[in-house]
């Protein structure tokens, strides 16, 4: 089983940025793809970023394309997710998956207009 832990969510203004970082527990962490979900409330849950077992393909939602980038240090078994130019429609709880198999608790982030 992994366990992941995200951290970095908060308050911040429109236009600001934020990193968001995942810790995994596991040494096979380079296995896996690693994706970023975003669930607002009354909202379903969302794919944000993802990232192939070793960085080379990434792929990210049109609406956080270009604002938002998806990074991982295999060595640290982290995954991160920078995000800047962050609107009020950022407004979510954040969580990390790895292949869609295991899920963090997820960190809140919240953008105020």
């Known amino acids: 089983q992994v366990q992941l832990v995200e951290s970095g969510g908060g308050l911040v203004q429109a236009g600001g940025s934020l990193r968001l970082s995942c810790a995994a527990s596991?040494?096979?962490?380079?296995?896996?793809?690693m994706g970023w979900f975003r669930q607002a409330p009354g909202k379903e849950r969302e794919v944000v970023a993802t990232?192939?077992?070793?960085?080379?393909?990434?792929y990210y939602a049109a609406s956080v394309k270009g604002r938002f980038t998806i990074s991982r240090d295999n060595a640290k078994n982290t995954v991160y997710l920078q995000m800047n130019s962050l609107k009020p429609e950022d407004t979510a709880r954040y969580y990390c998956?790895?292949?869609?198999?295991?899920w963090g608790l997820g960190t809140r982030v919240t953008v105020s207009s």
């Open positions: 998956t790895a292949s869609m198999l295991w």
């Open positions: 990232i192939s077992p070793h960085g080379a393909t990434t």
């Open positions: 596991d040494r096979t962490f380079s296995a896996y793809a």
